[in-house]
């Protein structure tokens, strides 16, 4: 069981760290405008030639391929909520990293998925 949640934690950090590389990258090209199939057809080959998206996508297929192996030790009901704290990193990445505002509201909300994903651990 321990190699499998390290397993989780592994999948888990690749998802945050795919998710940051996937909100710099789109920070960097900018807001779509559905202006026209131009403009989309625009964005979308900045996204497809963006190395930070491009990379946040390769760690989100290899976190799925870590998390197949986890799909086939344990429990879905077990492993499916530990996910959730990969809202727990993306939350502390986006306050301290990207300098985004968190409220305190948000902040509360984590330590709830904290304490739900401490008493499932403990299942």
């Known amino acids: 069981m321990a190699k499998s949640i390290l397993l989780i934690l592994i999948s888990i950090s690749f998802v945050i760290v795919g998710q940051t590389c996937l909100k710099l990258g789109m920070s960097n090209i900018g807001e779509l405008s559905f202006g026209g199939l131009s403009e989309v057809a625009s964005f979308l080959g900045k996204v497809a030639t963006t190395p930070l998206i491009i990379f946040g996508f ?11 192996v986890v799909l086939s030790r344990v429990d ?3 492993a499916l909520p530990m996910m959730a704290l990969s809202y727990v990193g993306v939350l502390v990445i986006a306050h301290f ?11 509360l909300g984590v330590s709830v998925i904290c304490l739900g994903v401490f008493l499932l651990s403990r299942s």
């Open 58 to 68: 390769f760690l989100y297929v290899v976190a799925s391929m870590i998390w197949l």
């Open 76 to 78: 879905l009901s077990f």
């Open 97 to 107: 990293f990207l300098n985004e505002n968190v409220t305190p509201l948000r902040w």
